[in-house]
């Protein structure tokens, strides 16, 4: 019978498996994979001592160790690659997006500190009659401009502390409740804006910002025409 023939059913193999779990992954990765125990795949395809690919979970550190060890037993017939090497635009995506969020940094600690340097000076513009009430009274020019110095760190201070506790509340916020959402629903594994706290980057960034709040403040206070003594 020619339909019979014609018909692609007789040429696929098929059988029924008992589901014992289920993952969800990334979209393109559920509708299109399943996992079996490697026997039961071999055995299913017909071929006993086939694999087309080998995942290996290693330590993060041995990493570039291991891809040597496994390159060189293996030889040119394998190609072995990282979880970041098999998925390239991933990894690019990522590192565009660190590189996006330290140039925004950037431009908002500039910001920050025109800010602080335009504070200070209006005060100091504010304050004349006061300065020089302040050295009639006998205070030395660099005692007076230690006080605006002092003015400009505690401000600088407020800001790391008020700003540290705002940012690490947000972050908590989003990491327990997940309201910023990835977008694509069903797209990936998470549904929401991943967050990891890391008490090392909050204080890298308050001590950034002290130091060049306090360099800001220096060069602000120690400018002898705002203080006509």
């Given at each position: 019978n020619e339909k019979n023939i014609l018909n692609a059913n007789n040429f696929i193999k098929t059988k029924s498996f008992y589901a014992?779990?289920?993952?969800?992954?990334?979209?393109?990765?559920?509708?299109?994979?399943?996992?079996?125990?490697?026997?039961?795949l071999r055995?299913?395809?017909?071929?006993?001592?086939?694999?087309?690919?080998?995942?290996?979970?290693?330590?993060?550190?041995d990493q570039k160790n291991i891809k040597h060890q496994l390159i060189v037993a293996l030889g040119d017939k394998f190609v072995v690659?990282?979880?970041?090497?098999?998925?390239?635009?991933?990894?690019?995506?990522?590192?565009?997006?660190?590189?996006?969020?330290?140039?925004?940094?950037?431009?908002?600690?500039?910001?920050?500190?025109?800010?602080?340097?335009?504070?200070?000076?209006?005060?100091?513009?504010?304050?004349?009659?006061?300065?020089?009430?302040?050295?009639?009274?006998?205070?030395?020019?660099?005692?007076?401009?230690?006080?605006f110095l002092y003015v400009g760190v505690i401000v600088t201070m407020t800001g790391v502390l008020l700003g540290s506790f705002v940012g690490f509340l947000l972050c908590f916020l989003q990491y327990k409740f997940g309201w910023i959402k990835l977008g694509s629903e069903g797209g990936f594994f998470i549904e929401s804006y991943p967050i990891k706290i890391n008490f090392t980057d909050i204080i890298l960034i308050q001590i950034i910002v002290f130091f060049?709040?306090?360099?800001?403040?220096?060069?602000?206070?120690?400018q002898k025409r705002f203080f006509p003594i």
């Open positions: 014992t779990g289920v993952f969800s992954s990334q979209v393109e990765i559920d509708n299109s994979s399943i996992i079996l125990d490697i026997n039961t055995d299913f395809v017909g071929l006993s001592r086939y694999c087309s690919a080998l995942d290996i979970s290693i330590d993060k550190h690659k990282n979880r970041i090497e098999q998925r390239p635009f991933v990894n690019k995506m990522i590192r565009t997006e660190k590189l996006v969020v330290y140039i925004i940094f950037i431009f908002i600690l500039l910001i920050s500190m025109f800010s602080l340097f335009g504070t200070l000076v209006v005060l100091l513009m504010e304050k004349q009659n006061d300065i020089q009430v302040l050295s009639s009274l006998g205070f030395s020019l660099q005692r007076i401009q230690n006080i060049l709040g306090f360099v800001t403040s220096y060069f602000v206070s120690r």
